[in-house]
């Protein structure tokens, strides 16, 4: 089942949206095939442009040369379509790494920040350590820096205790068998 959402996402993807409505932002700037780029889909390429290309977009002539580097990409990506590398197993599992990865990105960013929002470190959690320390400087010195280790501490703490709870809230099951069959080969 997964697969089939992620082959309907694929595909959904590399074809491109088409709107025949003529709004300002859908009105379409080029079209190659069956694909139309709209106005918007131009201005998001211009606004998630590469850092080392931005000087390019400040020219007529510098937009146009983009433009036709975009013009160049979506050619290529219809003909690897019409070749059918876009369902070729490989292709299909190097999109899947990709997407899983963006996916734990961002579970991870938005649970971090939740757990850094939540965790506090009290004034004296900061003199207990700085005692236990031995520390040699001043506390005033090194009272921000402790407070900065406490609370990276707490907040790896914390992260690692909520993905306990999903690994134990989790059916997993491990075949013993096969993976040993794996130290063998």
């Known amino acids: 089942m997964k ?7 694929v595909i959904l993807f590399l074809t491109g949206c088409s709107v025949s409505n003529n709004s ?11 694909y139309k780029m709209t106005e918007e889909d131009l201005k998001y390429e ?30 290529l990506l219809q003909e690897a379509q ?24 961002i579970l991870i960013e938005r649970k971090s920040k939740e757990i850094s929002s939540l ?3 009290y004034d004296n959690e900061i003199e207990e350590y700085y005692k236990n320390s031995g520390e040699n400087l001043s506390f005033s010195k090194v009272k ?11 907040e790896t703490d914390a992260m690692n205790a909520w993905i306990d709870e999903l690994k134990n809230s989790s059916y997993i099951t491990v075949d013993e ?6 130290a063998t080969e």
């Open 119 to 121: 965790t506090h470190v």
């Open 24 to 34: 300002p932002d859908k009105r379409i700037v080029v079209q190659i095939n069956k």
């Open 3 to 9: 697969n089939i959402f992620f082959i309907i996402f």
């Open 144 to 154: 921000n820096e402790i407070m900065n280790i406490i609370k990276q501490k707490k």
């Open 82 to 105: 019409r070749q059918g590398i876009d369902r070729e197993k490989d292709f299909m599992k190097s999109i899947e790494n990709y997407w899983e990865q963006a996916l734990l990105r």
């Open 177 to 182: 068998k096969v993976l040993k069959s794996f």
């Open 46 to 75: 211009f606004k998630n442009t590469p850092y080392d290309e931005t000087e390019l977009l400040k020219t007529e002539n510098g937009r146009k040369k983009y433009l036709s580097g975009l013009i160049e990409k979506e050619v």
